[in-house]
């Protein structure tokens, strides 16, 4: 069965996205070489990638830029040939490259894809997609990058969930920027 991942930056205040929907907070700090290759390694996988329309539309209108392909290059290959779906009520088309647009019933969509051969699934952002699937219990791990930033106020990726969630640390990698990534799985 393949397997389905959630990424996200949080604020050291447990945010995704700050009291007004950005989440630019979370590419700021300062340079690090060592964070950079995490994420260009991070972006060369394979797999595939899933949103929810807000953060498809974010992503589909930067990655393939000119800007976004000279300042970072090797994230922007990726990003822009992996295979994306877009879970969406609202959209009619998806036009970034290898994008799948479906418009079904979310967890019963994931069911249906996390049965099919091929390599994981990864959802970047999408904040409601990943609480309405926590709450089904469709995600298998959790990977978290702790910012060293405080907001205040903002919205959790957990909003709505209603469940307790118990899960194992599997992993973790301190950088030089203060970021840490966190690995989590879902106990059973």
Sequence with gaps: MRKLVVFNHVSLDGYF?????DMSWAKAGQED?????????NASGGGVLVFGRITYELMASFWPTPFA???????????????????SRTLDQASWNNTKLVKGDLAEEIRKMKKEPGEGMTILGSGSIVSQLT??????EYQVVLNPIVLGNGRTMFDGVTDK??????KTRAFG?????????RMA
């Excluded at 070489?33 to 390694?41: G, H, K, L, S, T």
């Excluded at 709450?135 to 298998?140: A, T, V, Y």
């Excluded at 969630?165 to 599997?170: D, G, I, R």
């Design 17 to 21: 996205v700050d009291g007004n929907g």
């Design 33 to 41: 070489p060592e964070w950079d290759a995490f994420v260009a390694e």
């Design 165 to 170: 969630l118990n899960l194992n640390l599997t």
């Design 177 to 185: 920027n203060g970021k840490v990534f966190l690995c989590y799985e």
């Design 135 to 140: 709450q089904e219990g469709l995600i298998d």
């Design 69 to 87: 392909i000279e300042n970072m290059p090797a994230v922007a290959e990726g990003m822009n040939n992996m295979q994306k779906v877009v879970f």
